[in-house]
Each structure stands twice: as C-alpha cells, then as structure tokens.
C-alpha cells in the first residue's frame, strides 16, 4: 500500500480512534493529526494513543494531509466537510465513516472544492460502545467497508481508499450511494430501530422477566442516541419502507397466530433458522 | 437441602441434561435417571454424563422417584405426564420446565393422579443451542426460574420445587400461568417471532450486509424450531397481544419518520437505550 504523507481525522470517537490506532499500528501514515471541538476530547485521543498529535484549528489540522477522514456523527458531515475543505491542499482525499451515504453525497459533493476528490466510506463496525476509550486497532479487521461511487467519483481516489480500507483489514464493497441506503436501512438501521421498540413496549412488571433473548435481541438499542437520531433523520425514507416490510410480516405472522395455522407457523421458523445460519461465516462487524 | 432420593429427566435436551449436570455436580439426588424414547439419545446422554442411567421404559424409570421433571418441548409434555403419572409414587413431585404454563396446567392439571403433586417450572436459561452435547452444570447459575401457582396447587410442594432450583444457582419467582405466559410473551416470545421476521424479509442482495448489529439481533432465530413452533402454538393469544404492541410502536416510529419529528425519534431512542442500561445487571439466562 502506498503510504500516505499525513492523515487528518475529524472527531476521534470510537471509529475516529479506531482508525488511528490501525494506521499507527501498520504505519500507513507518516503523521496522523486529530482535529477537535473540545480541549478534553484531544487530551482524552492523545491519552488513547489513538493519534500523533491534536489540534482545534481545522485550517492546520488540514493542511497538508493528503486523506482527510470525516469521522463525526452523519448530521455534522456536511458541515465540517464545507469547514475543511478550503484549507485542503489540491487533490487531497476527503472521505467519511458515516452510516447514511445519499444524504451525505447530496450535501457534500455539490459543495466539493475544485482539486478535491470525495469517495464515501461506510466501515460496517462498531457496536454499542462508543467513545475513544473503546477504540481498537482491530475494529475493521474481517469487517465490511461499504464505498460509494457516483458519475462524479475519482476513479483513482476510489482505488486510493479501497486499497486503505483494505490495509486496515477490512473487505471491501462498492455501491450507489441510494442501494447503500436502502441495504443498510434493512440490515442495520431497521434492527437498531426494533431493538428500540422492544425496549420501549417493555412495561414496569414485565422487566424482571427479561433474560438472555430479550438482551441479545436489544443490545444495540443502548448505541449512541446522537448517531442514531441523526441516521433516523438522514435516511427516513429508507426506513420507513424498511418498517413496512417488517410490519407487514408481523401482521402475517399475527393472522397465522390467530387462525392457528402452525404449519406455516413452523415453515416461517425452520426457514429464518436456515438464513441465520447461513450468515455465520459471512460478513462480521 | 433436603436431598431427594431419586430424580427422574424424561427427555435429556439442553435443559434436561443441564438438570441432570447440575443436581450430579451438587449432589443433589442419589440417582439420576434418564427416560428415553431412542437408544441412540440415551447413549449420547451417558456419554455426556448427564444422567447416572437411562431408561427407555417410562414405568420403571419413574418409579420410586420423589421427583420427575419433564423436559421435552412443551406440546409434549401433557403426553409424558399422562404417560408418567400411573406410574409414579404417592406423594412424587411432577415438573416440567416448558415455556407455556396456562396450556401445560390446563392440559395436566385436570388429569393429576391423586397423590402426585404437580408444579409448573420454567428455567429462563437456553440459548440459540439444544441438544444434550450443549448442557452445562452451570447453567442455572444466576438465571431466573418462574414457578407457577394456582389455587390447586400443594404448598409443600411448591417449597420443595422452589429450593430445587435455588440449589441449582437458580433465583425464583412465583407467578400465575395467565401472568406468566403474558410476561414471557413480551420479554422472549416476542423477540424470537421478530428475530425469526427480520431474517424472514432479509433479501438475497442485502444479505452480504448483514453485520454485527443484524447478527445480535437476530441470533436467537436460529433456536429450536420444534421448541418454537410448540411455544408459538400453545401461547398463540398472548404473543398476538404482545405483536399487537410492537406493530402499533413500529406504526407510530413510521409516522415520526415521515412527519420529520425528529425531537420526537431522538426522544424514543434515548429512551430506549436508558431502559436497555437498567437491564444490565438484571435478570441473567
């Protein structure tokens, strides 16, 4: 791979800190520079070891990097992306982590600055933990990275950011930013959004009863509120035709119920079997 | 504890071979004895040192027990007790360890041979797993046990059942099988139908997309498919009730989504993840 000069990341949070943990860790980037908000994030990054060195000037944090990472909740992508790209030098890379991909296209690449080339990224890792204090080296390692490719994309930034995204360990895929949308939306934003539904129906007297399933089944409910009402307010369409097939199942399942059809009951049951068992081996993260 | 003299598993599973584990390793019992219906299961459960010795005669294998317990899955287990029941001794306490209790008591109850005192158990342990080769000592430990009571129901006996599974690492709580069946529908039938549900409407294309978050979730769609098919058939009324709440939630989130109430989405999704934190450190199993 080739190495780049400087990497600048945007919000080192969990995946943030990954990312700077794993390039530091393959030595793929001579210096990798934090850019921050908060004095107490960057001592919090530096103490982590997630980063080189942290700045709170968007302008040097930067200036000279030749792959600058967006890694902040989706609904401030935009707003940083038009913050950083003035002070970008000319055919830099912008990328991003985030998990809504037509919103961010929309937004950022009408604003692209000439001699920047932007490519979504999309590392399908994480979990409910956040923050820098859970970031790890490994993260990506055996996950999926989802890059989008639209009629605008560099071709040569494309293969410059699968080639990274591959060096941190991960597979690599590369859709529309609007099937990204809509894969994503039934993978993993509708699940979250169920999670948090059962937690929400889960009445005071009916709590000392949940156990293993029930926490299993709702673990991601408990993933940062920021990130997922920002994904919830960037991809609503998505998911709401995500939900309407959920309901629509579950309304089927209820008619079953109702007429005792246990023959189709026990069909449905032995072929969700089937196609979760079939998912073990495939796709982690 | 008051040592019993002779427990009788009538169908060595998971939970039934857990038992036997479990009451060998606390010296619970002078002997533990298997019934089975194949000679290839009584093998397996031997070679597992589940059970002390197996039976394929139901009389022999529950005579002079104090103790029977009926681990098979819950639509057979009216069977087994008709069958059991001619055969035990005066005074014998009868369980089961099914995940329905109104059905089971409903079915069992009436046919009860004087003498034979039976209590409705239900160990909230298991997982994604079943057979003999998956039964653990410890799996108990920490778990919560459900005892069911009713007005027929032998006080004595319910303290000798309740101390059983204390002894196993199990903590208890007593409830009636209405109000048992309609707690478990929300905090474990539920998540299974939905788990099975999300995989049921999962497409061939977006499967490869499939990570971590959708895997959590939907682990528990790969259970026993007899074991679920028999809990979806005989707890039909209280799991239409609980996929009642859960569409209504899901109708509602729809609404927000398209409204663009984003104060509101944000709202529920804090929400969740508060309920979903007091659970850590609530019930296990």
Known sequence: ????????????????????????????????????????????ALKCRAIDRGTLDMAEGVSGADLVIIATPVGLVPVMAKKAMP??????????????????????????SHGIKFVGSHPMAGSEKSGVENAEADLFK???????????????????????????????????????????????????????????ILDDKSEPYAAGGFKDTTRIAASDPVMWTDIAATNAPAIEKALDLLIRDLCWLKLLLSEGDIRSISARINQAKRIRERLEGGAKG
Chains 1, 2 share one sequence.
Do not use: Y
């Not at 934090?34 to 919090?44: D, E, H, M, N």
């Not at 970008?88 to 692209?112: N, P, Q, Y």
């Open 1 to 44: 791979v080739k190495k780049f000069n400087k990497i600048a990341i945007i919000g080192v949070g969990l995946i943030g800190g990954s990312i700077g943990l794993a390039v530091k860790k393959r030595k793929l980037a001579k210096q990798v520079v934090g850019i921050f908000r908060r004095p107490s994030s960057l001592k919090k």
């Open 142 to 200: 055996g996950a999926l990275t989802i890059l989008t490719r639209t009629r605008r994309t560099d071709l040569a930034a494309l293969r410059r950011v699968d080639s990274f995204w591959k060096a941190l360990g991960s597979r690599v895929k590369v859709l529309s930013p609007e099937e990204h949308d809509a894969r994503v939306a039934l993978v993993s934003h509708l699940p979250h959004m169920v999670a948090q539904s059962l937690c929400l």
């Open 87 to 112: 002070h970008m030098a000319k055919g830099a890379i912008l990328t991003d982590v985030g998990s809504v991909k037509g919103f961010i296209e929309r937004e950022v690449v009408g604003s692209v």
